[in-house]
């Protein structure tokens, strides 16, 4: 139950305008167009209980301008407001920073200061029980090796031990330095495995309970776009009551959903709900499963890895076998939620029925994907990863696009608002909205970009096809109406950056670095006087980068890999001279404002590679349905990555520098047009020499 405040009417609430002039004032900032802008807009959506997506670029200060209003709505409808975010930097910045900060500047004008709290999954929090040694051991074979053999996780989990019994949150990321995900198993459970509050020896001191209980007391609850899935996705509710979210980062929310509902299959899960059922059920039925377990180990080892297109015989045969035998092993345990007054024994079927379901509906999964009638009729796609020294052969199973589910589970009873600064893709918020299923436009329509008119072949999500009836195709039309906006940034891009094009040099090609790349790259650093950011589409680029260039350049040069990424970017950031290469993480998770930071080098379009199983297979599918494949998913990738890296550039207002693209293809194909247009308007130029001169002038005069 959310603690009780006196309820004031909306009349008697200060305006957004008015909250957000206040706050502004308090953290020392001046009110920006675009920020004003922003704030006015989630307003309205709320009000209008409707969706909106708004791109609002660096510097625009949009935390403030969706945590005022969500503030306010929490206030007036004594109801929390769910913030997601898809980085724990985000999360720290808003719990340790921005919500404090607001805490204390409204808490005069509203009927109590706000109040707030972060909430994680249940992996996240310690387990009182099982810490305790209440919960079964894990079998040593789960792993590769029994952690209190190896000096370094033993004295990991010796050092979890200890910070158990002074903790005050069992939250992980409290416990500096961290600990191997080898040794937090050890005293962590799923939601699937959790006894429940009311049946656990522990659950009256369980620190996963009481991070909800606070998150059901506040007005805003901070969580994880992976959490909120879950919550939108379950049968259970994980957040407490709410009817509006706010998803920042929200060009992330398709891949955090989609890692979410991904299912997994492989020997080491069979052999794990072997051994978790082992001790509970007649012996002949759990070998059945291990001996199907078995068979499907020697069947992966031996299969290419790759996308799975149709269906092998003897992959059928074995998916069946796995998914009889572990059927067989839930009838033999018996009904759920037996041995009520035995915590021991139910936390042991807890854990078993877990792995059993995870094998059992994974192999259901796997097999339905087939049998399809056309391309254009499949909503999973299966394929097989490759092992590696610490990981056997893996199948998996992910369905070729969310946006039915975000439709129907996400949007449908409750206003959200999804706000980045890369969002409008081409110009236009269409490839977004597509897939999260936002594919009708509200009746006054977007502010900036054409919605699109229906689902159109591009949605391609599971749960798309369906026709519903009545009263709950209204639903569902008016779970799909959005908005959009761009509200700009602060930064004078055509004054402040340069956009440098390559196309001079020939096109990328799959045998590594082209020597004329790095020539062009050891030109660029030079006249930057080092201050450069590389982003390459490979970590083989990025590694054959730093070798070609180490000896050649008097500057610093690191590379992703070296040390920690947090380590790397906080030398790159404090020593003006150095250098940084690599790759995906750094594309998206570098904020270095000022001197350090003069060039970003961008290697080539980073299209998905043409053999990724997942984003090759809704290519396909998009064209099946008469859809343009390419453009819907490689070129909105791509689009969705360029603009993410070219904005590492600008981070504060006095930031000066250069991109250069070493791909000609952003300057001649005929898609370059739509991988632009996602861009920032930086002054663009082909001349070798303006780029070359621009960071001379900088590394001279910095002003």
Known sequence: ????????????????????????????????????????????????????AVQAGT?????????????????????????????????RQLVDRDLPRLSEALGKELPHAPTFAILKGRRNYLCRYKATAGWPEEDEQDQLFDPREVSATGRMVQRIQEWAEETETGDRDELVPGVSEQAWRQFSVSAQECLGASRCPSGAECFAEMARARAGEVDVVVTNHALLAIDAMGDLPVLPEHDTVVVDEAHELVDRVTS?????????????????????IEQPVADQLMEAGEDLKALLAAAPAGRVDELPQVLGMTLALVRDAAARCLTALGPRGGDKDDPDRAGQRKAAFTALDEVHDTAVRMLEAYGHASESDRAEVVWLDAGTDRRPPTLRVAPLGVGGMLRERLFGDRTVVLTSATLALGGTFDGMARQWGLARPSASGPDTGAAVAGADAGAGAAGDSGAGSGAADKRAAKAAEWRGIDVGSPFDHQRSGILYVAKHLPQPGRDGLPEAYVDEIAELIEAAGGRTLGLFSSMRAAKAATE????????????????????????????????????????????????????????????????????????????????????????????????????????????????????????????????????PPFWRTTDPAVPRAALQRLSTDPS
């Open 548 to 679: 070609a260039l180490r000896d050649r350049l008097d500057v610093p040069l690191l590379c992703q890999g070296d040390d920690s990424t947090m380590l790397l970017v906080k030398q790159f950031a404090e020593d003006e001279p150095t250098c940084l290469f690599g790759t995906l993480s750094l594309w998206q998770g570098v904020d270095v404002p000022g001197p350090s930071l003069r060039l970003v080098v961008i290697d080539r379009v980073p299209f998905p590679r043409p053999d990724d199983p997942l984003t090759s297979a809704r290519q396909r599918h998009v064209a099946a349905k008469g859809g343009n494949g390419f453009m819907t998913v490689a070129a909105t990738h791509a689009a969705l990555l360029l603009a993410q890296g070219t904005g590492r550039l600008l981070r504060s207002q006095n930031d000066r520098g250069v991109i250069a693209v070493l791909d000609p293809r952003l300057a001649t194909a005929r898609y370059s047009g739509f991988l632009l247009g996602s861009l």
């Open 59 to 91: 510097g625009t200060g949009k935390s403030l301008a969706y945590l005022v209003p969500s503030i306010r709505h929490a206030m007036d409808a004594d109801k929390p407001v769910v913030i997601s975010t898809a980085t724990i930097a985000l999360q």
């Open 1 to 52: 139950m959310r603690v009780a405040f006196t309820a004031v009417p909306d009349s008697h609430l200060p305006s957004v305008d008015e909250l957000l002039s206040i706050a502004v004032s308090a953290v020392g900032g001046s009110e920006r167009q675009g920020q004003i802008t922003m704030v006015q807009a989630v307003q309205r959506a709320i009000d209008h209980k409707e969706h909106l």
């Open 260 to 280: 979410v509902v991904t299912g997994e299959l492989s020997d080491t899960t069979v052999m794990l709900a072997v051994r978790r059922v082992g001790r509970l």
